[in-house]
């Protein structure tokens, strides 16, 4: 009797350490793993000046990367489009996501959603934010004034951007969501570049789709187009977004 004791409780013993073992290991399988992100940079806009708004993901637990435009974003959106489905894959491979997330200034924005409908990122994308995104476009002079000291002459685009162009004729035909990819569009009042600011929203009526003016929160906050990318309320709205929580800015954040 005692040796069948003895089975029995290490039986007994063996089985609670499984359900333990079992119940510590679905633990991960509920923990949600952060897509990687990329943060597509605008029009001449160098790594360098991006890297506020990549430290601030990093320290929050992030995998980032980011993407200079080639040719700083001065040729065709579409080539640049090319180029960020060729590095997004090329992040996919590394981390092993089926996804990414995306977060995209100004141009940036355009070069991203033209990845997600015509390069296969309607398949590759999770989440896209964009920041002063001209996505119903811009007049010309802005464009100037703002980047490029001149004329649109000769930087395609900065012609793409501008209101009426063929190209976001195109990109805005049909539905400006696509596929399950949840857009968010934050935008700030005294943008310089994209008047009226509201030419930063997509069409709220096609599905996943958030508009969010930063100013419609945070009153006071005094923001530009290119203050979008280091301002601490805009970031937590960017992190809402990434997270896919109703969009609450952080008014005071540094």
């Known amino acids: 009797m005692g040796g069948l004791r003895r089975a029995l409780g290490t039986v007994v013993a063996a089985t609670s350490v499984l359900a333990a073992l079992s119940v510590g290991g679905s633990a991960p399988a509920h923990a949600a793993v952060k897509d990687p992100v990329i943060v597509v ?26 993407f200079e435009l080639p040719t700083l974003g001065t040729q ?19 981390t092993g996501a089926a996804k990414v997330d995306l977060v995209g200034h100004s141009e940036g924005g355009l070069v991203s959603r033209a990845y997600v409908k015509y390069y296969g990122g309607a398949a590759e994308v999770d989440s896209l934010v964009t920041l002063g995104t001209p996505n119903y476009g811009t007049v010309a002079a802005n464009i100037v004034r703002v980047f490029t000291l001149g004329t649109c002459v000769g930087v395609t685009a900065c012609q793409q951007m501008t209101i009426g162009s063929s190209f976001l004729a195109d990109l805005n035909a049909g539905d400006d969501s696509i596929g399950s ?5 934050i935008a700030t009042v005294m943008d310089e570049l994209v008047q009226p600011y509201t030419n930063s929203f997509l069409n709220a009526a096609d599905g996943n789709v958030t508009n969010r003016a930063l100013q419609s929160q945070c009153f006071l906050r005094i923001v530009g187009h290119l203050g979008l990318i280091v301002d601490g309320a805009v970031y937590s709205g960017v992190e809402d977004a990434l997270e896919k929580r109703p969009i609450s800015f952080s008014c005071f954040a540094l």
């Open 76 to 94: 065709d959106i579409r080539l640049s489009a090319q180029a960020l489905d060729a590095f997004a894959d090329a992040v996919r491979a590394q």
């Open 41 to 66: 940079n605008g029009l001449f806009g160098v790594g360098l000046a991006y890297e506020p708004l990549v430290a601030r993901l990093r320290a929050d637990g992030y995998r980032v990367w980011d």
């Open 181 to 185: 990819v949840a857009y968010t569009n």
